[in-house]
């Protein structure tokens, strides 16, 4: 994404539902000197955790806001590049974001998006639900409510972007490879992050959580190492488009 987005000194980068703040980092010294990284997210708490983030490392040329990625507080033209990694797919209105992408983008101004391919080559981040609808925990999930798989198919996401008046320059496929020290670890992390998870196992048994652990933790078993680490493979797609 930051090969892509191709950030210059001086420029002024939006990063977009940034959470804790990561992308935008790594873009922050390529727009030195004289660029700023305007870091956003909808929920305070993130921001918080990004401004946490950066205090910590020190940075400068950075500024921190709560945005709503569908309704931004930004004038026309205020930005030269837009970041959003796996956060479009979660607002309501992604056509919205599309074209407030578009007005707060200079003329000629570029944007990076990611978005997480198709749920078959994700299998680290599909193995839970997979177990919930295989133990009848779950219904198949409506493939265009918010969640992390809403854009998979390229040409909806191809329509999304183009609908908020944004020209497509490049889709790329990324490879993306998720490690971690162990089941317990995966299992942990899978629950700290998934939003289908913790409301599910909210409503569920002990039993009945240990019984989705066991074959969530199945539909894994061909990604463990020998030494008990997890390493599944997974794939993004990445969109680079140029506002007209
Ligand atoms: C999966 S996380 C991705 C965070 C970060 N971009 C990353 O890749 O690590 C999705 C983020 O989108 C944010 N988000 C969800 N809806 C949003 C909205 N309408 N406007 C802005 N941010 C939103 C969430 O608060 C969360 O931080």
């Known amino acids: 994404m930051v090969e892509l987005l191709d950030a210059q000194p001086g420029d002024r980068v939006l990063e977009l539902a940034a959470g804790p703040g990561e992308t935008g980092i790594k873009v922050l010294p390529r727009i030195q000197p004289g660029g700023e990284l305007i870091s956003t997210d909808g929920a305070p708490e993130m921001v918080e955790a990004a401004r946490r983030r950066a205090d910590e490392l020190g940075l400068t040329g950075v500024r921190f806001g709560v945005e709503n990625a569908s309704a931004l507080s930004l004038s026309d033209d205020a930005v030269d590049r837009v970041v959003c990694r796996f956060g479009i797919m979660l607002v309501p209105d992604m056509e919205a974001v599309a074209s407030e992408i578009a007005r707060?983008?200079?003329?000629?101004?570029?944007?990076?998006?990611?978005?997480?391919?198709?749920?078959?080559?994700?299998?680290?981040?599909?193995?839970?639900?997979?177990?919930?609808?295989?133990?009848?925990?779950?219904?198949?999930?409506?493939?265009?409510?918010p969640g992390p798989f809403r854009l998979s198919d390229p040409k909806r996401l191809r329509a999304v972007v183009e609908s908020g008046g944004l020209a497509i320059e490049a889709i790329e496929e990324v490879p993306v490879s998720w490690v971690a020290g162990s089941l317990d670890e995966w299992w942990e992390t899978t629950c700290d992050t998934s939003r289908m998870l913790t409301l599910l196992t909210e409503r569920l048994t002990p039993e009945e959580i240990e019984q989705?652990?066991?074959?969530?933790?199945?539909?894994?078993?061909?990604?463990?190492?020998?030494?008990?680490?997890?390493?599944?493979?997974?794939?993004?797609?990445?969109?680079?488009a140029r506002s007209g």
């Open 104 to 145: 707060v983008l200079r003329p000629g101004g570029t944007t990076v998006l990611a978005v997480w391919a198709g749920t078959s080559v994700n299998p680290w981040m599909t193995a839970p639900g997979k177990a919930a609808m295989d133990l009848g925990y779950m219904e198949p999930p409506d493939h265009d409510a």
């Open 212 to 240: 989705l652990r066991e074959r969530a933790e199945l539909n894994l078993a061909e990604f463990v190492q020998e030494d008990g680490s997890v390493a599944a493979p997974g794939v993004a797609r990445v969109v680079l």
